[in-house]
């Protein structure tokens, strides 16, 4: 199939799949004479497993590394573990960054009844007294900075196992 019939079947922009392909994470299509990318199911097969593990926000370090796992059947498992334990450590420390954004929120939201000039409100001044206090604040100090959906690359156990896949190759 070429990449657009690929992109319907999987659900996934062409580009993508080509930025897949760029990062090692699909191998790289045969191509026809007329130099089309040419898939086949495994291609559907390993795009799905890369785009649910997507979907439970593993980043493409950590997906790589699976992918490299699943390419070596016969070995252990235990550092697979070790990948998703590591994970999960991330996605509690998210979900408690969080519930603590929500109450921040929260309290910010009393602090305004509605029908106010905005002159008045209570969340802009207490969204203006913030951000003052934050650039007075010394970096690494007070709040951690908001970015959604990050977290560190793939820890040491990984890594170290994608190592020495790498030397025994």
């Known amino acids: 199939m070429k990449i657009g019939e690929l992109a319907k079947a999987t659900q996934t ?18 191509r026809t004479d007329a130099n089309y990318r040419v898939y086949d199911e495994s291609h559907v097969q390993r795009l799905a497993f890369i785009r649910h593990c997507r979907s439970l926000d593993m980043t493409l370090g950590e997906i790589r590394t699976l992918l490299d796992f699943k390419d070596a059947p016969d070995e252990s498992c235990a550092d697979i573990n070790a990948l998703l334990d590591e994970h999960i450590g991330h996605v509690a420390a998210r979900i408690r960054e969080l519930k603590a954004l929500e109450k921040d929120l929260k309290l910010l939201r009393e602090q305004c009844a509605s029908g106010q000039a905005n002159a008045s409100c209570g969340i802009l001044s207490g969204l203006e007294k913030a951000a003052l206090e934050h650039s007075r604040t010394p970096a690494g100090k007070g709040h951690a900075a908001h970015i959604h959906g990050t977290h560190p690359q793939v820890g040491a156990p990984a890594k170290a196992v994608t190592a020495r896949r790498g030397a025994a190759r």
């Open 13 to 30: 922009q062409a580009e993508t799949i080509r930025y897949y392909e760029r990062e090692g994470l699909l191998p790289e299509a045969a």
